[in-house]
Structures are given as structure tokens and as C-alpha cells.
């Protein structure tokens, strides 16, 4: 029932996305004429170069921003096997295997492809984490790769740039037509990127799901997550702020470890730090993300952390 509540959700925001986009396209012909939309043309084919860029450059990108280290199994071999087998377990090729030097502890998966896969864990994550838990987080990393999560996020995304630059376009001409254009473009902006992050969180949910079964324990994930959360609480707001525009790759957002450390705690009955299936199925019991915290989850690109761990206490 969990992968039909996702996919069914997932389904209807990517063709939500591509819907608003063809209204945009009518609306616009409509406004400007038929002749009017060359320049509509231009600007998607524009947009979808600059995406298919971004596709094909990230890696580099990540690797550079994030001080990425491919490591051989010689080097660590314990981490290897780990990747190794939940790749097998996950139908996929083994990914590339790397060492992020950041002092903030988390995990990201990038790439091209499935064939293209590469995992890493940061400095960090490796000093907190027992590797039951890395297992865990590792398994929500090689999940979002099977699920080719990071073509489908860069794919959505050319949307939300089209809009943005029809907006920028239209903005300073003085045709009124163009200027309804402009406003209707940067309103179908702001809908379409929230639908983007909704997808993102959804699909975050779905990796969640994947590391549960492919190490049969989601408390382990569970644990991961708030011990993750309490160590980048403890970092300076620096550090935090260095990977500020990586956040969306990481399993957690470093940026929310304040607000959601004060809401994990309360699932750490014997405060030792790590949570055990019990108290995660206790604390999914009773924890409910408040109003507020449900209104600011639109703007996220990471579900509300209580949602998360309630979502795993299910998985049976």
C-alpha cells in the first residue's frame, strides 16, 4: 500500500506539471497569436539546454562543491561491501563509492544513470554513525539512484525555468499583452516549482521506503535520521551555510536540525542518542507535525521529519 500511495501521488504531480505547462503554452498562443509563439520556442529550447547542462555537468559540479574522493575497496572495504550488496539487492550496478571532506554529517547520491551511480557520505557522517545505521542511510541513497530520482528532479525542473524566463522576457516590453504574459508566466513559476518540491519530498518518502526494504529494519533509518539531526545541530551555522545550496541532494536538511531536533528528542526515551524500534513505533504512535509545521513543509524539498519517521514505523 506504501508504493501505491506514492506512486499514485507522484502520478498525479508530474502530470499536474505537464499539464500547467501545455495551459501555458495555449494561453500564450492565445495572447500573442500564432507568430508570437516563436519566441516561446526559443525560450523552452534555451531552457531545456541549460537543464540538459546542468544534467551533464553535475557531477563535476557535486564533486567540486562537496570535496568529493572516489575510494577504492582497498581503502575501505567495509563500506564497499555495503554498497556492493544493497546494489545487488536493488537490481542496479554498484555505484561509485566516494568520501565527501565535510565536517556536516549526511549522505548524497548523484549521477547521470543508474550505470552513472555514485554514493558518498561526508566526514562527518562517518564519526556519528554506527554502520548499522550507515547501511541505512545508504540504502535510502542507492534507492534514490534505482529510482533515477536525480534525472526526474532535473527533468521537472526545466518547467519551472521555462516560466521564469518567459516571465524575464516579457517583463519590460510594453505591449500589455506581454504583460499579462509576464504575470501569468511567473504565476505558473511559483505553482510549478512547489509542485517540483512536492515531488522531491515524495520522493524522498519513496527512498525512505527502499532503505526500509532493502535492510529490513527502518528503525535503523529511523535512528540515522536523528543522530544525523542532533550532530548537525552541534555544528557552527558556517559549516551549515557552506552546504546551503547542496541541501536538496542530502538525505536530511541540515538548514531544519534546530527545529527538528526539538521534535526527535522527545522519541529518545533513554536519551542514549540513537532510537530503537520501539521508540520509533512509540513515538509514531503519538507525534503529530503541527499546522504550522505542515503549511512551511510546501516550501521544503525534505518531508516534515515526524511524517518521515511515522512512515517508517508503518513499514513492516
Known sequence: MAKLWLYGRMFIAIAAIFAILYGLIVLIAY???????????FLAFFAFMLVFLQYWLSPKIVEATMHVKYVGEKEMPWLHEIVER?????????????IANVAIPNAFAFGRSKKDGRVCVTKGLLKILNREEIEAVLGHEISHIKHRDMVVITMLSVIPLISYLIFWNSLWSRDRRNGAVAAIAFLVYLLTNLIVLYVNRLREYYADY??????????LLASALYRITLA??????????????????????????????MELRKADLNMDGHLDEYEVKLFASHAKASKFDKIMEIFSSHPNIIDRIKKLAEVE
Request: net charge positive; aromatic share 10%.
Open 31 to 41: 495572447l500573442l497569436g500564432f507568430y508570437g509563439t516563436t519566441a516561446f520556442i
Open 86 to 98: 544493497l546494489a545487488k539487492q536493488a537490481g542496479i550496478p554498484k555505484p561509485k563509492v566516494g
Open 210 to 219: 527502499g532503505s526500509a526494504e532493502l535492510t529490513k529494519k527502518p528503525h
Open 232 to 261: 548537525t545541530y552541534g555544528m557552527p551555522v558556517e559549516e551549515i551555510k557552506r552546504v546551503e545550496g547542496m541541501k536538496a541532494f542530502f538525505a536530511t536538511d541540515p538548514s531544519k536540525a534546530r527545529h527538528d531536533l
